[in-house]
């Protein structure tokens, strides 16, 4: 791997940090050439500290160590993403990452969709939802729609309009997402679950 460190005067360049398994950014760092041979040398991420002006291995002090996964350099070679797995918090606030957020899996739009369903599950009585109405009637009411809306995508999915097979596959997925709620899962149970069948 070929690193342009002469790009910039001070010879460092830009290391984002990323979980490999959530894929999140947990911090930004700067290395120099020996801060990169290190971190590749010892499987912990190694930085030059611009305050301190000597290297710096991430979780020498606290214990809280990126372990070294994968480093890829960018299209220019003067910015290095590196994929680790963090042993604790990474900010030195104890925050999973420098922005204040937790290090958890997040599948986009579909989170927020869970973070809804949830919502309006949790609504005031004043407030009711389709959803609501649907965890109101129970368990069976909500395994007997899942079902339904099972047949009705397959039914589309052997028919030739597209459009039909979507509609009714965000159908069933949004009314899956509810059924895995009113059973006490998420999507990240259902992602462990994968996962382990992967190994």
Known sequence: M???????????????????????????????????????????????????????????????????????????????????????????????????????????????????????KNAADGEKSYVASLFDKGINKIAQKVGEEAVETVIEAMDSNDDLFLYESADLLFHYLILLQAKGFTLQDIEAELVKRKK
């Open 2 to 120: 070929k690193v342009d460190f002469n790009k910039n005067p001070d010879g460092l360049v830009p290391a984002i940090i990323q979980d490999a398994s959530t894929k999140n950014v947990l911090m930004l760092g700067y290395m120099d050439e020996e801060a990169l041979q290190k971190t590749q040398e010892t499987g912990k991420v190694t930085f030059f500290s611009r305050t301190k002006s000597r290297l710096w291995t991430k979780g020498e002090e606290s214990g809280h160590f990126l372990k070294l996964v994968e480093i890829k350099n960018d299209c220019d070679n003067d910015t290095l993403l590196i994929s680790v797995n963090p042993m604790g918090p990474t900010c030195h606030t104890g925050s999973d990452t420098c922005w204040g957020e937790e290090n958890d899996s997040t599948f986009g739009f579909f989170s927020e969709l869970e973070n809804t369903i949830t919502e309006r």
